[in-house]
């Protein structure tokens, strides 16, 4: 039995050791499925922690074998959802007429591949990563990068080769291949700001 089907029994049983590995596993994903439809840090924080609570109450429900991340980020969106149409709530009289909040949010696809984007990213040794920070979210030249951390072209040159060799590696499951298409190029994702 896997890790993941483990800590799913007991978490069904509502042991607190099973609680906390799944929520290890699954958090960042579920606040990635969160933050994508909220927009706001503070809010999508609540969302998570309403998400494995309302996981938690539905665990005696949960199918043995079945998947339990896209069960999760179903939890996660309905929640989400939720939260939002609830914050452009008004709480008082005389407010403007409650309309109901359009969500155009990612799908679970691309939810689950920023995820492991950002994943890698933050894995890779800090010089490397400080290199692809500055230069795809800051979008500074390997010259510009060079000056602000003080050394040469060249040290930032190779570490950005580095990286990108680790990001390919690391998230070549993520690519789908094209025919004639160099299958040793980096799969191409996109990285957002919300990464810094």
């Known amino acids: 039995m896997s890790p993941v089907s483990e ?59 079945r998947e ?41 696809e691309q939810t689950w591949e920023r995820f492991e984007v950002r994943r890698a990213i933050d894995a890779l040794p800090p010089d490397e990563r400080e290199v692809v920070r500055r230069s795809h979210l800051l979008g500074h030249t390997h010259e510009e990068i060079a000056e602000q951390l003080g050394v040469p072209v060249g040290t930032v040159k190779s570490r950005s080769g580095r990286a990108h060799k680790r990001l390919a590696a690391s998230l070549a499951h993520l690519q789908t291949p094209q025919p004639g298409a160099n299958q040793s190029a980096p799969p191409s994702v996109l990285i957002d700001e919300e990464q810094g």
């Open 68 to 108: 339990v991340a896209p069960w999760l980020y179903s939890i996660a969106r309905h929640t989400a959802i939720d939260a939002l149409r609830s914050e452009g709530r008004p709480t008082r009289g005389g407010h403007q007429p409650e309309v109901d909040v359009q969500v155009d949010s990612e799908s679970i």
């Open 7 to 65: 800590a799913m029994e007991r978490f069904q049983a509502g042991e607190p050791d099973g609680i906390r590995a799944l929520y290890r596993e699954y958090s960042g994903a579920v606040h990635t499925v969160a933050i994508s439809i909220v927009r706001d840090r503070e809010l999508a924080a609540d969302v998570v922690q309403q998400t494995f609570v309302k996981a938690w109450r539905a665990a005696a429900s949960f199918q043995p074998g």
